[in-house]
Each structure stands twice: as structure tokens, then as C-alpha cells.
């Protein structure tokens, strides 16, 4: 079951950057393409 509909626009999602700071995705969207990876951590 998709959480969205194909070819709709991603919801805006607010990501905490390395440094602690907030950043909206819209935000890196305005110029050029993004990519998003989730990296898992073991630890």
C-alpha cells in the first residue's frame, strides 16, 4: 500500500542537519534536484 499517490508531490518534510540546525527539503529543492538517503547507524 503506497503512502502517496505516484507522481504527487512529496509532502514538506523538516530534517535535522549534522550540525543540529532545521532545514526543509523545499529549501535544497528550489535550484536543483534532490536526493535523499537514509543511512542506518550501528552502534
Do not use: Q, Y
Not at 502517496?4 to 535550484?31: Q, Y
Not at 536543483?32 to 552502534?43: A, E, K, Q, S, T
Amino acid at each position: 500500500m503506497a503512502l502517496t499517490e505516484p507522481h504527487k508531490k512529496a509532502p514538506d518534510i523538516s530534517v535535522t542537519m549534522s550540525d543540529g540546525t532545521s532545514c526543509n527539503l523545499r529549501d535544497f529543492w528550489k535550484e536543483n534536484p534532490l536526493i535523499l538517503v537514509f543511512l542506518r547507524h550501528f552502534g
